[in-house]
């Protein structure tokens, strides 16, 4: 019964976000300040970064309890962010209805930082919605994202960029 009224619970919260429920939470000039910091960052770092905002997932995906991480896998290869020189993209995907921030990161960057500090990461962005402040908390979990990248996968700034800055919020 259980789990019967967690997947009624899950189903409604998908039902009921919308497209609106993302541009409340990412309105333009949060989405211009993310594109800044992603472009800012990928000057200091080899890695290429990308973010993918999703108010909900489909009913069908609901129905077949596709997870929060499934769905960031799907997204990282159909936005082909493991298709870099060096293998050095990062997917940070947010879902909005489960509350939920994955990163998929490709080989090289994988290697480069363990799952305690991308979890950290995520939790700087989830601590942050539970308040409301989508804003500050994505602009504050992307600078450690890149000061991680920074340290860890250094580059000097002439590397072309391979990725789009801008975030996508579908």
Not at 14 to 34: D, E, M, N, Q, Y
Not at 79 to 86: F, L
Not at 92 to 105: M, S
């Amino acid at each position: 019964m259980k789990t019967h009224s967690k997947m009624l619970s899950r189903l409604w919260k998908h039902l009921t976000a919308t497209s609106a429920t993302g541009r409340r939470a990412f309105p333009p000039a949060t989405l211009k300040a993310i594109e800044q910091a992603i472009a800012d960052g990928e000057t200091r770092h080899r890695a290429e970064v990308r973010m993918i905002v999703e108010p909900a997932l489909g009913l069908q995906a609901v129905l077949q309890h596709m997870s929060a991480r499934e769905r960031a896998r799907e997204l990282f290869a159909h936005y082909r962010v493991w298709d870099t020189e060096e293998n050095c993209g990062v997917l940070v995907y947010v879902n909005l209805a489960d509350h939920k921030v994955e990163i998929v990161a490709d080989r090289g960057a994988g290697r480069a930082i363990s799952n305690a500090e991308w979890q950290a990461v995520c939790h700087t962005m989830t601590h942050g919605f539970a308040r409301g402040a989508f804003h500050d908390s994505v602009l504050a979990a992307l600078d450690q994202l890149n000061r991680l990248l920074q340290e860890r996968y250094p580059g000097d700034g002439s590397r072309a960029n391979e990725l789009a800055d801008r975030p996508v919020v579908l």
